[in-house]
């Protein structure tokens, strides 16, 4: 992506080349997502800490965001009033060494013992995706709407509000990616601690009052933003990570338990990318059209909460695992 030739260059073909590489990259995210969670969860030694242990791989959402977020910074300052021009390029640039680091921890881990003994019992599935599909299709799309309540207000803090605190509250862009960055450190703080919450408490009932608190925060963020002071700004903007949180460091453990462990790769992957398309990437498009209808802010959050609500629904639907052997789950599906 760094390399991308300009409109001037090439024209519109700069803009389809960006798309097909964002594609490329979420499929690579899609399969991946699914294969650390499950190795991190299936070489867990005990039930109790299932929640805690599956909620590690989740810690690189927000100290991705929160190593872009600071790499945008420094090259903001850096390139001044060239960033648009060249200044954005660095970080994609960069992220070369992040793919070398992450690849040779990928090829260095072992396959996970459940599945180990699927292989030994030749009960590997040669069309996973099709079959996790027609077989648990419910849980699919649970686990897709189970994402609504953090996917969507997620996208709208980290990215429209880029959109809103420039245009309508009228702050500096560097004054924003300082906010996201140090809501992007709290949150990398707080997902294992939810993910533990969810061992203790029970992941359904964890889920269900992280989409509360997420639902109602909405109010909260914009009532802040639009007192248009700094301090109350920064502090919406800071902790506006921490309820997403709350749903994101149970989430990876909720949704892969819901599978059969021969289709849990496939299961998972297809719930939670699910979720990036009917919830994560519309909700920035939603949310300016719903500003450009309403002029106000708390229309938004009106749709974050429907967004928790639907979370709510969703999961309160889904079996709850929490604690129990999950190696045998849907055997005989």
Known sequence: MGLVPTYERIGVWGAVLLIVLRFIQGVGVGGEWSGAVLLSMEWAKTNAHRGFIASCPQLGSPFGLALANLAVLAFSQLSGDQFLTWGWRIPFLLSIVMVAIGLYIRLGIMETPVFTRIIKEERVERAPSLEVIKRQPKQVILAAFARMGEQAPGYIYIAYIFTYGTAVLGASRDFLLVGVLTTAILGLLWVPIAGYLSDRIGRKRMYITAAIISGTFGFIYFALLDTRMPVW?????????????????????????????????????????????IAGGPAPFIAAALFAEFHSGYAIAVYILVCGLISIGAVSLLTDYTGKDVSQVYEGV
């Open 233 to 277: 700004m920064f502090i919406a903007i800071a902790l506006s990570f921490l309820p997403i949180m709350n749903l994101y460091g149970p989430q990876a453990a909720l949704i892969a338990e819901s599978f059969a462990p021969r289709l849990r790769y496939s299961g998972a992957g297809l719930g939670y990318q699910l979720a990036s398309i």
